[in-house]
């Protein structure tokens, strides 16, 4: 196995909870077995490569303080991790290299939050619940007029709303949506670690592919604007500076990438979860009012990123223990999501949990997801109306995971539509 032989080669025990993370496929399904492990060996602990924290108030504090900042690939990782660098290779832009969003700090973070926050609205996300909706009746009306009773939900639902969402954020024609949907799909674990050989160089040929289609496509719009947020993004500036080209390619690139996989993954986890909890799904049925909640409840049971990392800038004690500059401290956001000093009876699925929104799975600070009021809408919309639709829908079999360590949910998840509403 790929991955296992990454860490054997660095001398990383699989013993390591660290390495058991990222390496063991036993604990693809259920990582929380592995989080627990590191509950109990205290809130901050020694991995060979990194720290490891599942405590949600120190994940909390350390997202956001100014002592951390986030990981650059072929920046600021730590030597067995250098390999990720590899991505870099081929001169396309990484999700997690300059000049992308999540891997630049003040003040050129600042200003390039500050010019797609004001083209990523309230308004506009208004606006894309409502194509939600469309694209979620339209879906679901092929499906009844194709008389399958057993369909795939993610490739047949789960992934296609997502995809319609950033083609309209991109302004992308319909032409081009099944190719953004192949790049999407190459590229989308360029967010992940302790990827194989084969899955690394699916990544760069995604990421490649997409970078120079957006090229066009950014020259396109500067000729022909259109209404989408690309064209607002490319004509946004402050104090009269504009995003440059590689700046808009970067932002682009970012938002296929962290607005793609990560939404495909709630929804189809979600199915899963409201399947499995009949109780809870009938607890919807009867009070659609908590429909938001129980979103809030989905993210924080199967955190679509499981997690993140972040890079002391400085000599630092945290929980007890001495940090250098340079140490990385792996924040599992899932784990955090599963702190019983925060959440009661935490392994629960309870769609009318009162602090659910407390979960961390949209990270913190000023990296906090820039997505996550549009994923959230987006969700709400495809899941309500797919039980509205189908209340007797059930699984088919198990389904697959994916063979992501980071992004977590299914590849493939048969269900059986039963009798419509
Ligand atoms: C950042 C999760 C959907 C755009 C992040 C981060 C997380 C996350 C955990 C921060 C990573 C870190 O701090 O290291 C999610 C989840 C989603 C989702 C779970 C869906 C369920 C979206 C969507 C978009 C989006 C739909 C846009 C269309 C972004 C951007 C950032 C980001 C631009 C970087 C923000 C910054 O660095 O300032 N997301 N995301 N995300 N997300 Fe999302």
Request: proline share 6%; hydrophobic share 40%; with cysteine.
């Amino acid at each position: 196995h790929g991955v296992v032989r990454f860490f054997a080669q660095r001398g990383i025990k699989l013993g390591d909870p660290q390495a058991k993370l990222i390496a063991d496929p036993a604990t693809r399904a259920d990582p929380g077995v592995v989080y627990q492990e590191i509950r109990e060996r205290g809130p901050l602990v020694k991995g060979r490569v990194a720290y490891l924290t599942v405590d949600h108030g120190l994940i909390f504090d350390l997202l956001r303080s100014d002592d951390f900042r986030t990981v650059v690939v072929g920046g600021n990782l730590p030597g067995p991790l250098k390999v990720i660098e590899r991505h870099t290779r081929s001169g396309a832009l990484h999700p997690l290299a300059p000049p992308s969003l999540l891997s630049v700090e003040p003040p050129s973070h600042t200003r390039y939050r500050k010019l797609v926050s004001s083209v990523f609205t309230a308004r506009a996300v208004n606006t894309m619940r409502d194509d939600v909706q469309r694209v979620a009746d339209t879906l679901l009306d092929e499906l009844v007029a194709s008389g399958a009773t057993t369909v795939d939900i993610v490739p047949a639902y789960c992934a296609k709303l997502p995809v319609a969402v950033i083609s309209d954020i991109l302004g992308v024609p319909e032409s081009e949506q099944k190719r953004v949907l192949e790049f999407g799909e190459l590229a989308a674990p360029s967010l992940d670690v302790g990827l194989t050989w084969p899955q690394f160089r699916e990544v760069e040929t995604g990421l490649q592919g997409f970078d120079a289609w957006l090229s066009d496509h950014i020259a396109e719009l500067r000729k022909n604007p259109g209404d989408d947020l690309m064209s607002q993004l490319i004509s946004a500036s402050e104090d009269g500076v504009f995003l440059n080209d590689r700046e808009l390619r970067a932002t682009a690139g970012l938002v296929l990438a962290a607005g793609f996989e990560t939404t495909v993954n709630l929804l189809g986890s979600g199915i899963d979860l409201l399947v499995r909890h009949p109780d809870q799904l009938a607890r919807l049925q009867n009070d659609p009012s908590l429909w938001s909640t129980a979103v809030d409840e989905m993210l924080r049971l199967e955190s679509p990123v499981q997690m993140t990392a972040r890079v002391a800038r400085k000599d630092l004690e945290l929980a007890g223990k001495h940090l250098e500059p340079g140490s990385l401290v792996v924040c599992v956001l899932a784990g955090g999501n599963r702190d019983p000093k925060v959440f009661e009876n935490p392994d629960r699925f309870d769609v009318g949990r009162a602090n659910a929104g407390k979960h961390l799975s949209f990270s913190g600070g000023r990296h906090f997801c820039l997505g996550a009021a549009l994923a959230r809408a987006e969700s709400e919309v495809a899941l309500r109306t797919l039980f509205d639709r189908f209340p007797h829908l059930t699984t088919v079999g198990t389904g697959t995971r994916r063979d992501t360590r980071v992004l977590h949910g299914y590849s493939s998840l048969p269900v059986s539509l039963g009798e419509p509403a």
